[in-house]
């Protein structure tokens, strides 16, 4: 070896030391970055799922809000129509009750024009049971008493209704 210009004394010395310097590195310097960079590796992958956890919140918060929106405008437009009904059935009522009260005012108007109807007829049959006893005593030349009088007014209105009947 010496021919070779090796010194084993140096070549053992430094093989020494290399595998000393190789173990203290290995130790001191490889190990911590090692694990450093596995801790990041760690983190990076952590990161990349609360990424797509992310994501896939999103989307179906996403997806919910949406549903959220559909049912509200569902909701929506059943409550517009619950409100048509609601409006249908108040004026339907209304259109009830104003027909109710032009029925009893028309059934009022009846009652109070065949009131008025039945007065005036009674009026005008005692004018008529009057002029016609004044007519009579001036005819017969006497008075008539009560019993005659009757008497005489019924047989007037008869002949009166049955001229009327035959126009």
Same mark, same amino acid.
Request: aromatic content about 4%; glycine content about 4%.
């Given at each position: 070896?010496?021919?070779?210009?090796?010194?084993?004394?140096?070549?053992?010395? =430094? @093989?020494?030391?290399?595998?000393?310097?190789?173990?203290?590195?290995?130790?001191?310097?490889?190990?911590?970055? @090692?694990?450093?960079? #596995? =801790?990041?590796?760690?983190? @990076?992958k952590?990161?990349?799922?609360?990424?797509?956890?992310?994501?896939?919140?999103?989307?179906?918060?996403?997806?919910?809000?949406? &549903?959220?929106?559909?049912?509200?405008?569902?909701?929506?437009?059943?409550?517009?129509?619950?409100?048509?009904?609601?409006? $249908?059935?108040?004026?339907?009522?209304?259109?009830?009750?104003?027909?109710?009260? @032009?029925?009893?005012?028309? #059934? &009022?108007?009846?009652?109070?024009? =065949?009131? $008025?109807?039945?007065?005036?007829?009674?009026?005008? &049959?005692?004018?008529?049971?009057?002029?016609?006893?004044?007519?009579? $005593?001036?005819?017969?030349?006497?008075?008539?008493d009560?019993? #005659?009088?009757?008497?005489?007014? #019924?047989?007037?209105?008869?002949?009166?209704?049955?001229i009327?009947?035959?126009?």
């Amino acid at each position: 070896m010496d021919a070779l210009g090796i010194n084993l004394s140096g070549l053992i010395t =430094q @093989i020494v030391s290399f595998v000393i310097l190789f173990v203290l590195l290995w130790s001191v310097l490889y190990k911590p970055v @090692i694990k450093m960079l #596995d =801790q990041r590796s760690e983190r @990076i992958k952590e990161s990349l799922e609360a990424s797509q956890r992310a994501q896939q919140e999103a989307a179906s918060s996403a997806e919910e809000v949406e &549903r959220q929106l559909e049912a509200a405008r569902a909701e929506g437009q059943q409550l517009i129509a619950q409100a048509r009904d609601v409006a $249908e059935r108040f004026r339907e009522d209304e259109i009830a009750k104003v027909r109710e009260d @032009i029925t009893a005012e028309r #059934d &009022r108007a009846q009652a109070n024009i =065949q009131r $008025e109807r039945d007065a005036a007829i009674e009026d005008l &049959r005692r004018e008529f049971a009057g002029l016609a006893i004044v007519a009579a $005593e001036r005819v017969i030349g006497r008075s008539l008493d009560e019993s #005659d009088h009757h008497e005489l007014i #019924d047989q007037v209105l008869k002949e009166g209704f049955d001229i009327g009947s035959r126009n």
